[in-house]
């Protein structure tokens, strides 16, 4: 027998790893080429070849020196190589101008990783989560590993930029942290400096009001996933009691090797506390330390950067294809998800009537805003151009006009 905690995971498994799933029965059966998997979020570009090549350096160390062998593959404090995170806190400062040092980090096992440790930290039983809507849905279960619950803010609905005077309407007692994920996943919106600022003025609004710290926990894997003119934002700036989470899975092209970090600023209230807690969570929920090869490896390539060009394209391929068949998308400023309009109310029934013409989406309810469905564009370039003539029938369903 399970636990009614993992009952009720179970119940709202993730919609997105479900299409995935789905999405390698139907390329076993019509073929890879023509099934056109817009579901998951997994990287399209390689790698670097600098990784490649610092992988290969360090092993070729550890073969040449049995103490380079044990260091590399042996355990080390649980928040991580002092070097490694003085590598990453020098990074941070030349590009951003901020003051860290190593022991403001700490390495994680991806941006997952982190933000459990974060929120293993900061969040007691009933605790409540402010996120903005649309959201990455795993949210919900990460405040939940802590008996925490998500309150969501409903977002413009033209601009999907967050609607504060809900924002602020929704701060209580019981809240302790609000989540920002910029540029977004789903929407590929960017939060402007100006909203930054507000959303900073309302926290310490409230905090004096409730008399307790409201931290802004920010979800950084998309940072340098930016187009249009748009700069990449450090958001510790803004607000003194900002935690980031962040992971080299999309700068780096590296997901499944799940090597992230968390920065907690001086400036941040109780911020030793929060590190020696960040410390002792990585180690009780049995992530004991970021993996040690893959730690060794990034910080060898700090200046390294994926493919944005690559990204770019496929998005303006998609955004323009698809608004000329005469569907409704927000133009996304960063990440690689496009966020599409249902024709219909129900955006489950648009998703399923995809799945005719082989176009694999992912259902708006599933990022806590339904009547959307988002699209991943990290797919191919010939996914995506041979994709719109699926699309056009698909339109032509709606009795969509072409523009």
Known sequence: MVSKKIEKALQGNSAIRAMFVEGKELKEKYGEDKVFDFSLGNPATPAPAALNQAIRTLLDEADSSPQAAMELHGYMENVGYKEVRQAVADNLNKRFGTKFDAHNLVMTVGAAGGLNIIFKTILDPGDEVIV????????????????????????????????????EAKITAKTKALIINTPNNPTGVIYKPETMEQIAEILTRKEKEFGHDIYLVSDEPYRELVYDGNKEDFLTKYYKNTIVGYSFSKSLSLPGERIGYVVVPDEAADAELLLKGLEIS????????????????????????????????????LYEGLTALGF????????????????????EAFVEEGKKYNILMVKGSAFGCGGFVRLAYCVSHETVKNSLPAFAKLAAVYGLSAK
């Open 282 to 317: 990585n180690r009780v929920l049995g992530f004991v330390n970021a993996p040690s090869l893959q730690q060794k490896a990034v910080a060898a390539c700090l200046e390294e950067k994926t493919d944005v060009a690559f990204y770019d394209e496929n998005r303006k391929m």
């Open 328 to 347: 409704t998308c927000i133009k996304p400023e960063g990440a690689f998800y496009l966020w599409l309009k249902s024709p219909v109310e129900n955006e």
């Open 132 to 167: 903005f809507a649309p959201f990455f849905g795993e949210y919900r279960q990460y405040a939940a590993n802590f008996d925490a619950s998500i309150v969501a803010v409903n977002p413009n609905p033209e601009t999907f930029q967050p609607d504060l005077a809900d924002f």
